[in-house]
């Protein structure tokens, strides 16, 4: 019954801040806020403590397990950098030459995509998928190259 009053309905979960500078330098709770918000939910990475990974696709997994069989799916989205005013709002500018932000249209595209096509997991841009296969696969070599290269 779930399943029929739901059919064709989207729900986006989109909610996450950034943090400028070391985990050392953040209060108690400034960390209990961005996890709260971020629910431990994007790759960390250096300068980018608040934003710790895996909790957000454990629940996307456990969610999809128990309601599949009721005919919903759940699609996780990992978004790379988005032209967003998060930066702004952050007081810290985007200055990487790479990754270039992508725009919020490129992702609302792959999610709308994703979506039609029953598509469990997505990358945007889909080449920052690689990271994060080679970080579970060798995640020794990952260290090495993150370590010379973020």
């Given at each position: 019954?779930?399943?029929?009053?739901?059919?064709?309905?989207?729900?986006?979960?989109?909610?996450?801040?950034?943090?400028?500078?070391?985990?050392?330098?953040?209060?108690?709770?400034?960390?209990d806020s961005l996890l709260d918000l971020?629910?431990?939910?994007?790759?960390?990475?250096?300068?980018?403590?608040?934003?710790?990974?895996?909790?957000?696709?454990?629940?996307?997994?456990?969610?999809?397990?128990?309601?599949?069989?009721?005919?919903?799916?759940?699609?996780?989205?990992?978004?790379?950098?988005?032209?967003t005013p998060n930066f702004e709002r952050?007081?810290?500018?985007?200055?990487?030459?790479?990754?270039?932000?992508?725009?919020?249209?490129?992702?609302?595209?792959?999610?709308?995509?994703?979506v039609e096509n029953a598509r469990e997991?997505?990358?945007?841009?889909?080449?920052?998928?690689?990271?994060?296969?080679?970080?579970?696969?060798?995640?020794?070599?990952?260290?090495?190259?993150?370590?010379?290269?973020?």
């Amino acid at each position: 019954m779930l399943a029929q009053a739901i059919r064709g309905a989207v729900v986006v979960s989109n909610a996450g801040v950034g943090w400028s500078g070391s985990f050392a330098s953040m209060s108690e709770r400034e960390i209990d806020s961005l996890l709260d918000l971020n629910l431990r939910g994007r790759p960390p990475g250096p300068g980018r403590a608040g934003l710790p990974a895996a909790g957000l696709g454990s629940l996307a997994d456990a969610l999809r397990t128990e309601i599949r069989s009721v005919g919903i799916g759940v699609t996780m989205v990992t978004p790379g950098v988005v032209a967003t005013p998060n930066f702004e709002r952050r007081n810290s500018p985007y200055q990487r030459r790479h990754p270039r932000p992508v725009s919020p249209q490129i992702v609302a595209t792959a999610i709308a995509d994703a979506v039609e096509n029953a598509r469990e997991d997505i990358v945007v841009p889909g080449w920052q998928s690689f990271p994060a296969r080679l970080k579970v696969s060798f995640p020794a070599l990952y260290r090495l190259l993150e370590s010379r290269f973020a």
